[in-house]
């Protein structure tokens, strides 16, 4: 038998606490899992630093890679014998489901502002470089692997196949919803996913909702917008995102100082120079910066130790709301007051916008830029959700904008000038700060 | 800190009027490609390189009132135009941006469709590979459009002047 077409003898199955069970019949899939690449993400938590605040938020890349696998596999047993589902795509979709995220590094957002990166372009070299994944991959056919990276690039030929991974109602999505809200323990982010696995249906470029399980969708999209709000942009977990892009842009600014470093940085030398090759991406996970923040808290340089230690012990910088327009001049009046009293607003003083996070919002389809979700009506025609939705419709293109400005409260009390403290007081509480 | 809000509003300083998101989104993208340092991360689309944070961040720039879009009522479309607004001015005034000028190119950019940007920024999202893959790709990822052979070899002779000009 074909190695494609191999099965294990007996169906293996993962215990998951949102799907209950993920099965694995397929010899590729379960050979994929059991990669040195695909292991990795069980060290890389799947919301990095939202464990901060929602300390359930503990789970990994891992585990949501398996839910996303699980749910395209669900998907595709529901399109069995349907119009337009060819299913020798079958091994191709749940490959991509799989490998999404393969390119996920520790930290993923702050990693890649401070040091350029671009999680998808590793997931591609994982895929297509000299890794065991590769070696799997193309068994199953020479260019199979170029096949899988095509469709989580989205440049595969078959819409259809993407967009079962990409869109804007896709397993990615479903699952990391039901798991965030799941570890985190918030009551959002619950919608009736059976139903909606039940009714999708496959047409020649896409995958669309019969329109009778738009009520189910309209939950989905909801879940969705309380997640982003309640969960992914809680003011508290940027700020330790605030404190962790400083620690990275500290220690690259001294390393490029000569700074002397107790122990040399090793696994971060090649993030400093900016020339990360596969073998060193892959090095580093969660365990080993938390190595280097340990160290870093006893570090010669004050600001390193600071933010290290504000970061591994959850003494996170305080906030204000804040308007770019009408503060402009209050900001940089701050930055000077800040300099004055010795503290660096380089890393002291941060203006956070949420957009700066990961968002995907719905929005109906714009110019053609992204392909909105169809309902498909008992004639046969397309109908865009928010046509046929007043729910969906009020919450799409509202006002998602939120500036904050982030510092370290307690350093304020340390400044010996009173004055000083008096107008930084004024400008960020318009008052003197309760102690 | 806010120098990515800054440096879009640096960019429509210099293009007065962006019309079209789809434009918009094509523009900043051959720019970024060419090395002007705009930060929103593209990934591939239905419909080519599509920036979502520069989606996100033109709306918080727009919300705070430092560049206007207006939306034009179009036959079976709606067309947004975008331009820097006085209070955008004046934070720019008071806002050093570490951006070159890239006036040349936009005013280039500007005269062409979308149509053929979307073309241009598609070439250059696949410019590790060699020229005749790249056209297979194009016509792999676009079938729709339909993209003639003049219409890329214009599009790579736009890909070489841009160079010209920014290197």
Not at chain 1, 181 to 209: C, K, N, W
Not at chain 1, 225 to 236: D, I, L, T
Not at chain 1, 330 to 346: Q, V
Not at chain 2, 53 to 68: D, S
């Amino acid at each position: 038998m074909a190695y494609k077409d191999e099965q294990l003898n007996e169906e293996k199955v993962f215990k998951d606490p949102v799907h209950r069970y993920v099965h694995v019949r397929d010899r590729v899939i379960w050979d994929l899992i059991a990669t040195p690449e695909f292991q990795r993400l069980r060290r890389i938590k799947q919301l990095g630093t939202t464990n901060i605040t929602f300390h359930g938020a503990e789970h990994s890349r891992f585990n949501h890679s398996l839910g996303v696998y699980e749910i395209v596999r669900r998907i595709i047993n529901n399109f069995q014998g349907r119009p337009h589902w060819n299913n020798e795509d079958r091994l191709l979709c749940m490959c991509a489901a799989l490998l999404h995220d393969l390119g996920h590094g520790p930290f993923s957002h702050s990693f890649e502002k401070v040091f350029k990166l671009d999680h998808e372009f590793y997931t591609q070299a994982i895929i297509m470089g000299d890794t065991v994944v590769n070696k799997v991959l193309e068994r199953v056919s020479p260019g199979f692997a170029q096949e899988v990276a095509d469709v989580i690039a989205k440049t595969h030929s078959n819409k259809l196949v993407i967009s079962l991974i990409s869109s804007q109602i896709d397993a990615d999505r479903m699952d990391y919803l039901q798991r965030d809200a799941y570890f985190t323990g918030v009551s959002y982010g619950h919608f009736d996913m059976e139903r909606i696995l039940r009714v999708m249906r496959p047409i020649e470029d896409q995958v669309v909702i019969k329109s009778s399980g738009m009520h189910a969708v309209e939950d989905y999209i909801m879940s969705r917008y309380q997640m982003y709000w309640q969960v992914y942009f809680h003011p508290v977990t940027r700020s330790a995102e605030v404190i962790l892009t400083k620690i990275l842009h500290r220690a690259k600014h001294l390393y490029e100082s000569d700074y002397n470093f107790k122990l040399q940085p090793t696994h971060f030398l090649s993030f400093f120079l900016g020339k990360v090759s596969l073998k060193e991406y892959l090095k580093l996970d969660e365990s080993i910066v938390h190595y280097y923040f340990q160290l870093w808290q006893e570090e010669e340089d004050k600001i390193l130790r600071d933010l290290c230690e504000r970061f591994m012990n959850r003494r996170l910088f305080k906030y204000v709301e804040f308007n770019p327009n009408k503060q402009i001049s209050d900001l940089l009046r701050l930055m000077e007051l800040f300099r004055e009293a010795g503290i660096d607003p380089e890393y002291y003083l941060v203006v956070d916008s949420s957009s700066d996070l990961p968002y995907d919002f719905y929005r109906p389809g714009e110019e053609e830029e992204r392909l909105p979700i169809h309902l498909l009506m008992p004639n046969g025609s397309l109908k865009e959700l928010s046509r046929q939705s007043d729910i969906v419709e009020s919450i799409s293109g509202k006002k998602r904008t939120d500036h904050k400005l982030y510092f370290p409260k307690d350093f304020l009390y340390t400044i010996k000038d009173e004055k000083i403290i008096e107008e930084i007081e004024r400008i960020l509480y318009g008052k003197e700060m309760q102690s | 800190m806010l120098d990515n809000h800054a440096k879009l509003m640096q960019f429509f300083s210099e293009a007065k009027q962006v019309t079209g998101r789809k434009k918009l989104q094509k523009m900043v993208y051959i720019l970024q490609s060419f090395g002007i340092p705009f930060e929103e991360k593209f990934q591939f689309h239905f419909y080519g390189p599509y920036s979502e944070e520069l989606t996100l961040r033109i709306e918080e720039l727009c919300n705070l009132g430092f560049i206007a879009e207006e939306k034009e009522v179009k036959s079976n479309y709606f067309q947004y135009h975008y331009s820097l607004t006085n209070d955008g001015t004046q934070f720019l005034n008071q806002f050093s941006v570490n951006m070159p000028s890239c006036s040349e190119c936009i005013e280039i950019l500007q005269g062409k469709s979308s149509r053929f940007l979307e073309l241009v920024s598609t070439m250059l999202y696949f410019k590790e590979l060699p020229k005749d893959e790249v056209k297979a790709k194009v016509h792999t990822v676009k079938p729709k459009q339909k993209y003639s052979d003049e219409e890329m070899v214009e599009a790579w002779n736009l890909i070489d002047e841009l160079a010209g000009m920014i290197h």
